[in-house]
């Protein structure tokens, strides 16, 4: 049976792994870190569980389905969203909740009636597109299963009506297009409540996928144990099929001449395939292209040329908390995934031209100039809090509850900050700032019952999973994409220059996700099923 090398354990490459092994291929995985998952994944702390990366699922009509075709061992729970500005907090129950949402916002800003309610009108029509386009079970996973049941044809008919539907909802879509900042800046004139709405988005996100959020946010899983129980389901099942998965290893080396890599550790292995299911920059930067000539070197080198002078997207800081308080305690204020503004004012142009001026005049700086930077940073912006225990009792100690806070933040200003040696006392700073604003707004119990804190930042997620800038959504929207962002191209996405190379994951595509990361995996396994079929 034909080799096929994988790059990469994240959940794109357990994807392409897991269903080439299902049909026999000789499967080999490589994964630098001790587990796969990449940022999708679960850990333990001190008697906690706490997420990584992901604090959910979205299930995107691809992780019910696929956990259903593959039979998967995982226990997946409803992942209810609470919204929150200041002492107005609500938890997202469906449709219904826009109403909710508009009364809230009017609360904080009862001179911008006009402006919310275009932006509710907005939210309502994007609404009706999600349902169409996740309105039904992606086929590239649900298709077996219909198969066996005998539904096939009962199939067909649906999808036909529904596919009609979506080419009218994909013309919509791409009229949405434009950045989110644009977007929202000409039906809301208040520069506050633009911000609240978009600020937790990573900039330049087209205006579909930042304001589809009321959506999204009531189709979140949740899998008991924590979101690093799928990709452990997914690796058992992999080993069950027959592959193999070599960790604390990582290919360093790509020679599509002799179609073979080579490993950390020096060892050479042939394939007939190569999927690329990790940062596309690592492997443009490990690409011997020996044996490559004419043609296939110049689209080569261009491609390769514009990978390599792209930017990540925006990553994230994030806090982790054991406090010694129950969860009932959070509970009352909120589900387990929050999404908390604790002020109305708005981060404003402290997120936008502040942090270019940061970036572009760093060594003109002094530290206090960058500190009085990052109080305001902390103090104006949205957090996503996750409390896993409130989903899953079983995720912290009995009467403690964990506490994930978390926000976007540049990769270029921590950077800076990590190679002018005061990295540490950066984080020490942050925790303090965040302990304090958090114990001023939302938790005030909070100070005296805190066990232990620490932090990871962008830094520690290029570190970690061996991706650029830190990113944890791929390319950054502020420029030219090196890859294919629409929606007729996901197909094609993980095709490179070299035939039987492919790429999958987030750097493969955009916007990216889980959802994103699964569906190119399965669509890179597909295309290598059917090349090894002709």
């Not at 539907?165 to 297009?177: C, M, P, S, W």
């Amino acid at each position: 049976m034909k080799r096929v090398v994988i790059a990469g354990g994240g959940i794109a490459g357990l994807t392409a792994a897991v269903y080439l092994a299902r049909k026999g291929f000789n499967v080999k995985l490589f994964e630098k870190n001790e587990k796969c998952g990449g940022l999708v994944n679960t850990f333990d702390y001190d008697g906690f569980r706490f997420e990584g990366g992901a604090r959910a699922l979205v299930n995107a009509g691809v992780i019910t389905p696929m956990v259903e075709d593959l039979e998967l061992n995982v226990e997946l729970l409803k992942n209810p969203v609470s919204i929150g500005v200041e002492d107005r907090i609500m938890t997202v129950n469906g449709e219904k909740s826009l109403i909710e949402y508009a009364e809230l916002l009017k609360s904080k800003y009862p001179e911008s009636q006009d402006d919310i309610q275009r932006l509710i009108e907005t939210e309502k029509k994007i609404l009706e597109h999600m349902k169409v386009l996740y309105g039904i079970d992606n086929p590239l996973f649900s298709f077996n299963k219909i198969r066996e049941e005998g539904k096939l044809m009962q199939m067909m008919g649906r999808y036909f009506l529904w596919f009609f539907k979506f080419l009218r909802t994909v013309r919509e879509i791409n009229a949405l297009k434009e950045p989110v900042e644009e977007y929202s800046g000409r039906i809301i004139k208040n520069n506050s409540l633009r911000d609240i709405v978009i600020q937790h988005f990573f900039r330049g996100t087209p205006s579909f996928f930042a304001l589809s959020y009321f959506y999204l946010f009531n189709d979140y899983l949740y899998p008991k144990g924590g979101v690093g129980k799928f990709p452990e389901a997914l690796v058992k099942k992999i080993t069950e099929f027959g592959g193999e998965i070599i960790t604390n290893n990582q290919i360093v080396k790509v020679t599509p001449g002799k179609n073979t890599v080579v490993d950390e550790k020096g060892n050479e292995h042939r394939y007939d395939f190569l999927i690329w299911a990790t940062d596309l920059k690592a492997f443009y930067k490990s690409l011997d292209t020996q044996g490559i000539n004419g043609n296939k070197l110049k689209k080569l080198e261009d491609e390769k040329q514009r990978v390599l002078s792209a930017h990540g997207a925006e990553s994230v800081i994030t806090f982790y908390f054991g406090v010694d308080e129950p969860v009932e305690t959070f509970g009352k204020i909120s589900t387990g995934h929050f999404f908390y503004t604790p002020s109305k004012q708005g981060l404003g142009e402290i997120n936008r031209s502040k942090i270019k001026y940061l970036v572009e005049n760093y060594e003109k700086l002094t530290k206090e100039e960058i500190l009085q930077w990052l109080e305001e940073f902390i103090k104006f912006n949205t957090y996503e809090i996750s409390i896993p225990v409130l989903r899953d009792k079983s995720m912290a100690p009995s009467g403690k509850t964990g506490l994930i806070v978390s926000m976007l933040i540049d990769y270029d200003i921590v950077k800076k900050i990590n190679d002018e040696g005061w990295y540490e006392e950066f984080k020490q700073k942050a925790e303090e700032l965040i302990t304090d604003n958090l114990a001023s707004t939302i938790y005030p119990f909070l100070k005296n019952k805190i066990l232990f804190r620490f932090t990871s930042t962008p830094l520690t997620i290029e570190r970690m999973y061996g991706t650029s800038e830190g990113s944890i959504v791929g390319w950054s929207f502020e420029s030219e994409l090196p890859v294919p962002s629409g929606i007729f191209s996901m197909t094609t996405s993980v095709k490179t220059p070299i035939p039987n190379i492919y790429k999958a994951g987030k750097w493969a595509y955009a916007p990216a996700g889980v959802p994103t990361a699964i569906i190119t995996g399965k669509i890179a396994s597909d295309t290598v099923i059917k090349c090894a079929n002709k």
